[in-house]
């Protein structure tokens, strides 16, 4: 009951906190087996919230077993379906027993029920698929053999592919890939347990890499999020706003820098230095470089900015509401978050955490004062209630807003004045462009 609860509340904070969470291939879920979800471990706890979220069965988790380390907090992250595991460098917590978490895992399999790990055991915010551990493997293996070959344990990989994790806002991509069957490897675990461990643990590593955007450094992960932010572009087919194309665009930069190393690696180093020129100049010009992609015409431009100051004039007052009832809140939750964590990794959950609380407390208050204060209805303050929510996320939108008009201008002013210099941006843009 209170895992549903949970459930609920944390995907309606996710599904805020993230504009898009796009699913690929949910079909190759299984709904009726046991499984093991295996996926890579970008974003902490918002991992784990992010598989609950979209697997349509309860998901039981293996968890450090230093949040174990009382009697309440045991009975409380228990009754989530969390199983604690001792890991290694981090001692030993006094009530949890490796031992007996395995054998829940293999009790939970048994009946028939999904299991998630996260093979790369700790949790950094890169494109970067470190060294797996082999405890998965182990696990599927030994349920499988305690259970004589009969049992079907399958391994599902997961990609998760966060845009900008810690971003409010941000697109998410779940790739999920093909179940793997855990009889294939049985017969040579039986022969050669270690043996048939590190089979099936590279198996998991080549599914995983299929389905991320996996860098092989941290210096090629940013030069790859840079050319990225330079290239994307609502302007174009393949530029549409959304997770797939967002995470394709990264993949295919990836797969070309790789093609680069093998055949032309000169080549990495003069895409740097076009793109340290186009961030330049860029920098020094302030517009959106997805604007280059516009045909100038300045007849539609100007009717687009008469057309959008009407929309501003009258949308003025909803953003002041919004502001007014939301700011406080948004603003604490910014300022709060790098106090409590200097580590990014925890920015989203922490994020979606305090606004759970915090919102609706603030929400609350405002509801009490000013209904009080003239005397409302009960309808009406519940329609007050609601309007606080919905007035935040326009006063968001309408800011965003905002910035694209100013550019827009800037970018006007800009083709009528030093047309040159907008045009000498583009031809570097297109530079770039063909590379990838």
């Not at 399999?109 to 470190?130: H, M």
């Not at 990225?228 to 530029?239: F, H, P, W």
């Not at 797969?255 to 680069?260: A, E, G, K, L």
């Not at 470089?289 to 015409?297: E, G, H, Q, W």
């Amino acid at each position: 009951m209170l895992y549903r609860f949970i459930k609920l509340l944390v995907g309606l904070g996710i599904r805020l906190y993230y504009r898009e969470i796009n699913v690929k291939n949910k079909k190759n879920i299984p709904l009726d087996e046991p499984l093991i979800i295996i996926a890579n471990h970008p974003n902490t706890v918002m991992d784990a919230w992010m598989i609950g979220h979209i697997c349509p069965r309860p998901i039981h988790f293996m968890t450090k077993g230093t949040l174990f380390n009382s009697k309440i907090k045991m009975k409380i992250l228990s009754s989530l379906n969390m199983i604690p595991i001792n890991r290694m460098g981090e001692g030993k917590t006094e009530g949890v027993s490796n031992q007996d978490s395995f054998q829940a895992c293999y009790d939970i399999l048994q009946e028939g029920k999904t299991l998630v790990i996260f093979p790369e055991g700790s949790s950094y915010q890169e494109r970067l698929l470190r060294d797996l551990k082999s405890g998965t493997a182990r696990i599927a293996l030994e349920a499988e053999k305690q259970n004589n070959g009969q049992l079907g344990v399958k391994v599902l990989p997961m990609g998760l592919n966060y845009t900008q994790a810690e971003k409010f806002r941000s697109r998410v991509l779940v790739d999920v890939g093909e179940a793997l069957a855990t009889t294939d490897f049985l017969p040579e675990y039986m022969g050669n347990s270690g043996k048939g461990v590190r089979k099936m643990t590279e198996q998991f590593r080549i599914r995983l890499e299929q389905l991320l955007v996996n860098s092989n450094t941290k210096e090629e992960q940013e030069l790859i999020d840079r050319i990225a932010v330079i290239l994307q572009s609502r302007y174009t087919k393949e530029g549409a706003e959304n997770a797939n194309s967002e995470i394709d665009l990264l993949k295919r930069i990836r797969n070309r820098m790789d093609d680069f190393k093998v055949t032309e690696a000169w080549k990495i180093e003069e895409v740097r230095h076009v793109v340290d020129a186009i961030e330049w100049e860029n920098n020094k010009l302030k517009i959106q470089t997805d604007f280059l992609d516009r045909r100038f015409r300045s007849t539609m431009f100007f009717r687009q900015l008469f057309f959008s100051i009407i929309f501003v004039l009258i949308g003025v007052p909803f953003f002041i509401f919004g502001m007014i009832h939301n700011a406080i809140q948004f603003y604490f939750i910014d300022f709060l978050i790098p106090k409590l964590t200097k580590d990014i990794e925890y920015y989203a959950p922490l994020a979606v955490l305090l606004g759970l609380v915090l919102y609706p407390l603030f929400f609350g208050l405002f509801t009490h004062f000013v209904g009080n204060a003239f005397d409302l209805m009960f309808w009406q303050k519940v329609i007050y209630f609601v309007m606080m929510p919905l007035g935040g996320l326009f006063a968001y939108f309408f800011h965003r807003y905002l910035r694209h008009i100013g550019y827009k201008w800037k970018y006007i002013f800009l083709m009528i004045r030093q047309k040159e210099v907008v045009l000498s941006l583009k031809a570097k843009r297109e530079k770039l462009r063909a590379y990838f």
